[in-house]
């Protein structure tokens, strides 16, 4: 959908970071409000924003972000070993995040969104504004994502990109899906 339809709106309300004015929401068979907790257990989230560090490391980033999972320190370590290998950023894991193109910190979200092994990922405008390169590489990260069968819901402005790695579209406006 257009900017202000309504997408970043829809992801806040699902990921439990806004209310909703009403109806009900529920993933995975679980209600949004009384079981969020659950629900936070089962989705990974990819910000618009970028909410990395810039003075930290991609390696103390993930460990600051991965400590919110209250993941034992052993298991932490290896999802991140893993989540860097995946998105291709292992031998990256000592840059500060101040020396990283746009690209590569949207890749790091999305390794951020993986360490608590969610069900769901929701990407929000994750491929808006990055080079061909880091786009190109997080649409491989997506399909292989979904491959491992977890679900992701992205949003974006751009219908056509995104017909190469969904299943379903829905177009957005006015907080109402229009077709």
Same mark, same amino acid.
């Given at each position: 959908?257009?900017?202000?339809?309504?997408?970043?709106?829809?992801?806040?309300?699902?990921?439990?970071?806004?209310?909703?004015?009403?109806?009900?929401?529920?993933?995975?068979?679980?209600?949004?409000?009384?079981?969020?907790?659950?629900?936070?257990?089962?989705?990974?989230?990819?910000?618009?924003?970028?909410?990395?560090?810039?003075?930290?490391?991609?390696?103390?980033?993930?460990?600051?972000?991965?400590?919110?999972?209250?993941?034992?320190?052993?298991?932490?370590?290896?999802?991140?070993? #893993?989540?860097?290998? @995946? +998105?291709?950023?292992?031998?990256? /894991?000592? =840059? &500060?995040?101040?020396?990283?193109?746009?690209?590569?910190?949207?890749?790091?979200?999305?390794?951020?969104?993986?360490?608590?092994?969610?069900?769901?990922?929701?990407?929000?405008?994750?491929?808006?504004?990055?080079?061909? #390169?880091?786009?190109? @590489? +997080?649409?491989?990260?997506?399909? /292989?994502? =979904? &491959?491992?069968?977890?679900?992701?819901?992205?949003?974006?402005?751009?219908?056509?990109?995104?017909?190469?790695?969904?299943?379903?579209?829905?177009?957005?406006?006015?907080?109402?899906?229009?077709?």
């Amino acid at each position: 959908g257009p900017n202000g339809a309504g997408k970043t709106t829809t992801i806040s309300i699902l990921s439990t970071l806004t209310k909703k004015d009403s109806g009900e929401i529920s993933i995975n068979g679980l209600d949004l409000i009384k079981d969020s907790q659950k629900v936070k257990k089962n989705i990974g989230v990819v910000p618009q924003e970028i909410t990395l560090n810039k003075e930290l490391s991609v390696y103390e980033n993930l460990i600051l972000l991965g400590s919110f999972h209250n993941l034992p320190s052993s298991v932490l370590e290896e999802k991140i070993n #893993e989540a860097l290998k @995946f +998105i291709g950023l292992y031998e990256s /894991k000592d =840059n &500060k995040i101040k020396n990283c193109s746009i690209g590569i910190k949207r890749r790091i979200s999305i390794a951020a969104a993986m360490l608590h092994s969610p069900e769901i990922i929701f990407m929000d405008e994750t491929a808006d504004s990055i080079d061909s #390169e880091n786009k190109n @590489f +997080i649409y491989e990260a997506i399909e /292989k994502l =979904n &491959k491992q069968g977890i679900t992701i819901l992205c949003t974006t402005r751009y219908t056509e990109e995104d017909e190469r790695i969904c299943n379903r579209i829905g177009i957005i406006d006015n907080g109402k899906i229009i077709a």
